[in-house]
């Protein structure tokens, strides 16, 4: 028999129909002459009557039913008593009494309730994937999910851009994160890399004149994984042709819009507002802020200069900064204990020391209080904003320690303090960035973005004197706190290409042998053009209100890359690494 | 300046407007004081005019202008005069004064035209793919695969589908085509395997009770190429609970009406005739037949019986088959030595021979004729229902050896003499295939789609005692005589799917080694469920009427699975091979 309508959507414009209905058995109650099932599906749950009054053989076979058995029944939908009614529910005004049941299939008892909010390990979630799947707050989240994707093709399909897939088999290319390899049986020694993204590709497509080029690509990086990171995760990817970067942000702002408006019924405003690099760093402390709640980082180099506190004196002394943030109400609520925790916080951001003062009715309180006069007081109040019961927070550092700690330190408090709307979408691009980045890592410049960021253009010189104080013609659209997305007007001409390179510190060997073939494309005719890519899985987890990528990707790696439920990685035959002509080496040296 | 609209866009709307273009130049033509520039865009190409009486300024640039240089240019759209319309062109009627023209990158002469019809081998093609996408048929091509998954999108989308990812690393397994594998740095030794396609992952999803999945899903199998097979290719994968064989197939026809609307304009008409596996064999020699002709295979057991002609006789008495079609009117069209050509044509499916005569006012003519006499001849006649001036072409073997050889001969013959409408679409069901096929290969019955099939209600018993006589519940799509695509109802009882596993050869042990984990999963409630795969390359490369998957790929690899643009696969770092603990093994033993 053909499905009447889902579970979760037999209302009362059904009322005294007859309906079929396939569904999972949540939970019964057995009165002994009337069993109550609650039959779920992806779309809800609804209550089944069974008694000896609709059918017997139905009622039979109703106190057989266990929990997860799947069925089909047909019944006839009745409103409930008065006091049965339940509000909360979708179905909650009616019921449906059974008299015909067909057991589908069925089923053993779970390893957990299939219900939200369990307790269980991730471990054993992800084990069994496919039950943790069936919780309502798991679809939900993966219909979001498919949502968003749906706008997404919608909304670019009605702005004229053409699908194009890009290859996954791909060359490996040494720049950027590592790469998943994939050996070649027809050559031998040599491999395919998955791609990191298909930055290059897209490229190409605005070379070959697609115009306006988009894809929901997988992208593949063989790194330590943290929290929100996947071996294999998606981006909605974009490339243009012929538009500025305030075009592409605007296109993006209507994509927003709609996929806003499809996944959760919301109206964002447009434009989103816009702040540089420089300014998101000095006032947020962070190049992607959350703007939910202000607290913002104030400059204290003019305040605090002259107050006779050596920490301070000595950090403008060299070059650093000295900023503050102001916790409204704080003075109360953290115990100098509580503030020497934070202290340990903000150290893994390279912080020496954390500094604070209560704002009492008369000056301040604490360790360092006596540092500052009046004079100092009503300066260091007057350029954080602060008043009595306040508590100010001071870094004095470097100002990417600066930016960092006090970055980190606002986010944090601002959780701890309930300052921040969870209902609430706060969007922001952060444009104008550097192009280049000091790299800890490598002791040398690295491309901020990648190495196809177009400078400003009145930078493109500086590529040959003082690269590093290039900005580049690049935008990341930010998301409550996430980096949601990125991208930049590229680099179309073969000789600011090779500038680039040559910047970043390639010999011109090296920067022809590794990405020879996509420079020679720039010789025939390529059009100025740029784009972005947004983070599906991460737009996803925030529309979905989740912490982790992992609760909308259907079947994700753990923390350690593998896959518990199929146990992948695994070992393979033989005869596929014969064919491959590799060598597993053991470790017996 | 933004763009006012396409190149190829500009028409009498536009008439004596001031237009905003951009484009690369297809064409110049110099007249001294007067200069044409074709500019094309990916919707078509524009007349530009240059001249000192709309800007001296700009007719010196047109001047520098090379064939492929990126131009924006500003101009009146001017009606042409009469001489110069042409009405071959959507722009035809109008041309651009231009009085502001800016090159916005050069081009180095192409190594081939941008043009359609070139003549240059696909490996110089694949080099330079940039330049051959922005030919138009390539551009209208990839233009025609993006219209068809928009399609997809949105028909899935209205029907209540959820858009899913699966996972692209997960686990290898032996059974089916050969895996790429992808080694873990995690976890040396140890492999994950790119997907063949999505199957068990998609029926996990219904397990997951998310009732309707689809997804736009790239799969991998790294096998020898042949003509329309990559590497890489992509499948419109569609998988629904609780629907019946007939309701996939319904829904799925609602989906091939959007696409053929969406990508061509053209309204099929729906039901889709549906055919038997058996039938299919016996009219047309083919599981995928081209019902764009008729020329069907007529079986002539009866009418050839007791001619006396040896070779018929003893195959019939032998168990064989003897058949023949009908070329109309091939009396004529085909020597001897041109039908004898034909013999070695069918010699690669494994016949013996190609017995033929020619219809003639009085009877047969040819080799054979003299084997049969005026019955004889008028029951032939009459059960192919030839008449004088046809070519009988007949084939007498194992039923399997006549349908392969005369069905591809009836798609040999149809293509020679023109029988076929390039510009009809035929679609048709196959149902009802056997549940395995025998292969020559492996000497043993495998899974004619695969092991997750359900058997018809019926065969189920069959599993145990003959499974090489059990049907399915499966279907193939078929159009123009390529497998669109295809699908089956799936096991959803564990019972089953170890009855399947034992009838396919696997040891208990080595099913629930490699399958038990999936097997688990049909222990919790599993509900019945089936779907389908529609090939997306395939189904672009018909409807973009090409002969090569290739020709709707954006970046294919070559028939030695390597893409000449990046040179993927290419040989990799030492340091990269160390740290996943992999040694390639030289040839020097």
Redesign the interface.
Known sequence: M??TT?CGLVDKKYLDQEVTL?G?VQKRRDLGNLIFIDL???EGIVQLVFSQEFDQASLEVAETLRT???L?VQGFVRARKDGAVNPNMKTGEIEVEVHQVKV?????T?PFYIQDDINVSDELRLK???????RPEM?KA??I??KI??AV??YL?ENHF???????????T?EGA?????????????????PQSPQL?KQ??M?????RYYQIA?C?R?EDLRGDRQ??F?QIDLEM??MTAE?IQELTEGLLKAVMKAALGLEIKTPIKRISWNEAMARYGSDKPDLRFEMELKDLSQAVAGAGFKVFDQTLANGGQVKAIAVKGGADKYSRKQIEAKQDYIKRFGAKGLAWVKVTEDGFSGPIAKFFDEEHVAKIKAATDASAGDLLLFVADKAKVVADALGYLRVEIAKEQDLIDPNEFAFVWVVDWPLFEYSEEFERYIAAHHPFTMPNEEDVALLETDPHKAHAQSYDIVLNGYELGGGSIRI??RSVQEKMFKALGFSEESAKEQFG?FMD?L??????HGGLALGLDRFAMLLAKKDNIREV???P?NS????P?????????AK?L??????????EE
Request: charged share 30%; glycine share 4%.
């Open positions: 053909k499905r889902y396939k999972w779920r599906d992806r997860e058995y799947v089909e589908l299939n069925q089923a053993k779970t069994y994937r496919y039950l943790d799947l069936r679809q993966l219909m999910r498919s994707t749906q093709h919608r399909d053409v699908d194009i897939e890009t290859p996954y088999l791909t060359r490996s040494p590592r790469d998943y390899l994939v050996p070649s049986r027809v050559y031998p020694g040599h491999f395919y890399a998955l590709f190409l497509l070379g070959a004149g697609f115009d997988r593949f063989d071996p294999e998606t042709s012929f075009e179309h001409q073939w494309a010789d025939y005719g390529f059009p100025p990707i259907a079947f790696k350690k890359a593998s896959e439920l199929t146990n992948a990685p695994s070992t393979v035959a596929q014969e064919e491959l002509s590799l060598e597993v080496e053991t470790n």
